[in-house]
């Protein structure tokens, strides 16, 4: 996503997905600047890790309160930034005030000295402490959200963010570190550089910073994840996923169909934990893909700006269009069914048809391959172990979920997925549940209480009798 292996420093601007329409563009960072940021970030963690946590928990707060106060701003900034629609961009903007506000009430006993019982006599305690600056690398597709379960820990925490963002999201990076400024965040406890991949190298490899954390591809993840290990460098990745959703039997097949299409569309179906995979038992499939179909077939191109019933937004750049695209044409040239959708649409927008595939096999792209995009993959299945085996077949493991009207039977089918999140009849999801992967899908917690215990000393204190 918003890291590659190409060296070549590409600028930081706008481009509307909507319409292809270039805007602002921003220059990338001098050398001099990312040495001003590396120093400013060192200087400010000596100051900030002794501010007292209750106080950093009232700066922390009025963050979270800003951005519930500037939705309006916020949200048309990504709107036009990654074509999220407006309605959903309000609610990341929103959401991350509860992240903010989350830690700023949960972050002082989270961080509380843990007494341990010290067998050999004594009294032994384990501290949380901070570690020094971080570096950030953040997607664009959750623009605001992805920074906030990064930064609000981090921050109560005493440690300093250098932030660098996607190079299609200059001006929402610039509105957070207004925010952050606003709020009385001190200068160099959050620094937003507009770095290129050589400057990234760099800033990983200086002893000044402590960690890295990176959402984004499963390929960024592997270079950032190289360039950490090589510099001794603390890394939390969450990467790419391919979320199977397993429906074992409903009450109501329509609305299961409904409630699973809704889901892979948000955000235009580009989450990393979308239900990317739809499982479904073979008595209600038929049923079910016909639902999908239907709802997909209803849907037409429209402006996020709008966001107008029925429509559909575009993906976050013509370039993820056309990939999409080859994917799910390699699947359908390869046998595949493709129900609705699958279309991509001339000019220089980024609108491709959401989309409904069945009859996907090993030998595709769309099997192995993560769908960053709304096409739903259906696959039947005749009983729970086939369910259970189909969804633990991939490389990836974030999330999944298990529907079913019996709970005992989703819980025992939950409880063998090989996943970071394992769900039994929804989604966990909220600033207190944690989030993170196992496999391809990366390693390393973010929010909840596992949010603050990756960039911590956990130091043993120890007093003898």
């Known amino acids: 996503m918003s890291t590659t292996s190409n060296t070549t420093a590409r600028s930081y601007r706008v481009v509307n997905p909507a319409t292809g329409e270039q805007g602002e563009e921003f220059p990338t960072a001098t050398d001099a600047q990312i040495q001003e940021a590396l120093a400013g970030s060192q200087a400010a963690f000596e100051s900030w890790r002794e501010v007292p946590i209750e106080e950093r928990s009232r700066i922390v707060a009025r963050v979270g309160e800003l951005f519930t106060e500037r939705v309006e701003e916020l949200a048309a900034i990504i709107t036009e930034e990654m074509g999220k629609p407006l309605a959903e961009s309000k609610g990341e903007a929103e959401f991350c005030t509860d992240i903010f506000s989350y830690f700023a009430t949960e972050g002082p006993g989270l961080a509380a000295d843990q007494e341990i019982k010290a067998i050999g006599g004594g009294r032994a305690m384990i501290q ?70 050589d400057q990234i190298a760099d800033i990983i490899a200086d002893p000044r910073v402590q960690g ?7 390929r ?68 079910f893909v016909a639902e999908l179909t239907h709802l997909a077939k209803d849907l037409v191109p429209g402006n996020p700006a709008e966001g107008a019933e029925g429509t559909y937004t575009p993906l ?26 699958g279309t991509l649409q001339d000019g220089p927008g980024a609108y491709f048809a959401p989309a ?59 409880a063998q997925l090989e996943v970071g999140m394992a769900n039994v009849n929804g989604v966990g999801e909220g600033a207190d549940i944690p989030f993170g992967g196992v496999k391809r899908s990366g390693y390393g917690r973010e929010l909840g209480p596992l949010g603050m215990d990756e960039f911590v000393n956990k130091r043993l204190f120890y007093i003898a009798d």
């Not at 890295?212 to 499963?218: F, I």
């Not at 269009?321 to 129900?339: I, P, Y």
């Open 220 to 287: 960024a993840g592997a270079i950032i994840g190289e360039l950490a290990g090589k510099n001794l460098k603390k890394v939390v990745l969450e990467l790419g996923g391919s979320d199977p959703y397993v429906v074992l039997d409903t009450e109501d097949v329509k609305a299961s169909a409904g409630q699973a299409w809704a889901t892979r569309i948000e955000n235009t179906g580009q989450a990393c934990n979308s239900n990317k995979r739809m499982i479904v038992m073979e008595d209600i499939y038929d049923e």
């Open 128 to 197: 949380k402490l901070p570690v020094g600056p971080l570096l950030g690398i953040m997607p664009w597709n959750f623009p605001y959200y992805q920074v906030a379960r990064f930064a609000a820990p981090n921050l109560m925490l005493g440690n300093t963010i250098i932030l660098k963002h996607a190079e299609s999201c200059p001006k929402s990076a610039l509105a957070i570190q207004k925010i952050m400024d606003d709020a009385g965040v001190p200068a160099g406890v959050y620094t937003n550089v507009f770095a290129n991949y």
């Open 356 to 414: 409904v595939l069945t009859g996907v096999t090993p030998q595709m792209r769309a099997y192995r391959e993560e769908l960053f995009g709304p096409v739903a993959v259906v696959y039947k299945v005749s009983s729970d172990e086939e369910a259970i085996k189909l969804a633990n077949d991939s490389d990836y493991g974030l999330g999944g979920a298990v529907f079913s009207t019996d709970e005992e039977r989703a819980r025992r089918a939950a």
């Open 316 to 341: 976050s750049s013509r370039a993820a269009a056309e990939g999409l695209a080859e994917q799910v044409q390699d699947a359908v040239n390869k046998g595949a069914t493709l129900h609705a959708g």
């Open 212 to 218: 890295v954390s990176l959402t984004g591809s499963e």
